[in-house]
């Protein structure tokens, strides 16, 4: 069990986006929209907001110079976030996959059994993931989604093939979600669920690797 939420963190790491800051006002066809993802705009105030409520929190941290020193890319991070949960919901809605509020509350609690308390737990979560505790519950659904998806497909995120099963499910919903981004942010790859030039480490491991290629090999 320790192995799957390994994993599915792992995957959801490919919301923190390495790459440089760019402001964002809007473009000819969507003004003031950081992105269209099936047809719904995400405006840049949206993005500036969520990377606000982080900065706040970080500010008000112990640790403020080293957390803001290393989210250098936050409102980048951010947009990439808001996209990949889009295309999440896509997959699950596709296979059948639903998140209730209770399923989140308990893997919420087992977070703050881990971590030792809730102050803890928000700490971990805004140093490792750039989330703020009114963010908390947002990212915990996907770490919820993510497993459940895979379980869909008949799959096991913790195997090299679930991931790239699950891989393929995200890219085919990203596809169909037509997503197009103001190009002050970059460009979004359906195929490497990638925002500009960042490629999330399972991302890199899932489309290099030759398929029947053994784990461990």
């Not at 799957?4 to 003004?31: E, M």
């Not at 296979?95 to 928000?122: D, N, S």
Request: hydrophobic share 40%; with cysteine.
């Amino acid at each position: 069990m320790h192995r799957r939420r390994r994993t599915a963190l792992s995957v959801l790491a490919a919301t923190l986006v390495a790459a440089p800051l760019l402001s964002a006002c809007g473009n000819q066809a969507h003004p003031g929209a950081a992105a269209v993802v099936g047809g719904e705009r995400i405006e840049v105030s949206a993005v500036q907001a969520r990377a606000a409520q982080v900065r706040s929190a970080q500010e008000s941290s112990p640790q403020a110079a080293e957390l803001v020193n290393k989210s250098g890319q936050l409102s980048r991070a951010k947009l990439h976030g808001l996209i990949f949960g889009k295309v999440l919901d896509r997959a699950a809605e596709d296979a059948g996959v639903t998140v209730t509020r209770k399923e989140i509350q308990e893997m919420r609690k087992a977070g703050l059994a881990q971590q030792g308390g809730e102050k803890q737990f928000e700490a971990m979560m805004l140093q490792q993931r750039w989330v703020a505790p009114d963010q908390i519950d947002a990212d915990i659904r996907q770490e919820v989604q993510l497993p459940k998806l895979a379980r869909a497909l008949g799959v096991d995120l913790g195997t090299p093939a679930g991931q790239q099963a699950v891989g393929e499910a995200l890219a085919k919903a990203s596809k169909a979600l037509d997503i197009d981004v103001n190009p002050r942010f970059g460009t979004w790859n359906d195929q490497k669920m990638q925002l500009g030039d960042y490629r999330a480490p399972w991302i890199t491991q899932r489309t290099e690797a030759a398929p029947e290629q053994p784990a461990g090999a």
